[in-house]
């Protein structure tokens, strides 16, 4: 895993910062996912494993993607196949995502709660956390019964434990020390 996020990474900086300079951010990241989901498609999986030369891999793959990558986007492409790393356009798209956000200073939280929550509930838990995170806050939910009580929150590096069955955990733990 660390090894094709090191793969990915100067694949989707390059693409980032040219995207940027293009004001084209959206768009690349339009191209970025459509590419990735041709790289994980069953027929181009033998493909992309080194099967076919470098060049025709290219020409094959800017093929299937037609007009829907530009370019610039093509270039890249081309790129990626001379180095063997096509395979590796999900883990770019997703890093790509990630610097987009990263760069409009938003972050994703993940909220799983035990109940659904209410929208008093949701909009109070996006304010404390765009305060705390200093970043505009998207939320998405879910809901695990096994919670009991409470909430788990995860943005970025950040996890809050706030469950019945976290706290039953931690309780747990500290008298088994």
């Known amino acids: 895993m660390a090894e094709i996020t090191t793969i990915a990474r100067p694949y989707a900086k390059a693409a980032f910062d040219f995207a940027l300079e293009q004001k084209a951010v959206e768009s690349w990241a339009e191209m970025l996912n459509f590419a990735a989901l041709v790289s994980e498609n069953e027929t181009m999986q033998p493909l992309l494993s080194g099967s076919v030369a470098s060049g025709k891999l290219a020409e094959l793959f800017i093929g299937v993607c037609g ?43 993940q909220i799983v709660s035990a109940t659904e929550l209410t929208s008093e509930q949701l909009q109070a838990l996006s304010v404390s956390l765009e305060k705390r995170l200093a970043r505009k806050v998207k939320l998405n939910c879910s809901i695990d019964t096994s919670l009991i009580a409470g909430v788990i929150i995860t943005a970025g590096d950040l996890v809050i434990d706030g469950s019945v069955r976290g706290k039953i955990s931690r309780l747990s733990d500290s008298l088994q020390s």
């Open 67 to 109: 007009e829907q990558i530009n370019e610039q986007a093509q270039n890249l492409l081309k790129v990626m196949a001379e180095n063997g790393r096509l395979v590796v356009l999900p883990a770019v798209a997703q890093q790509f995502v990630e610097m987009q956000r990263e760069y409009a200073k938003e972050v994703e939280a």
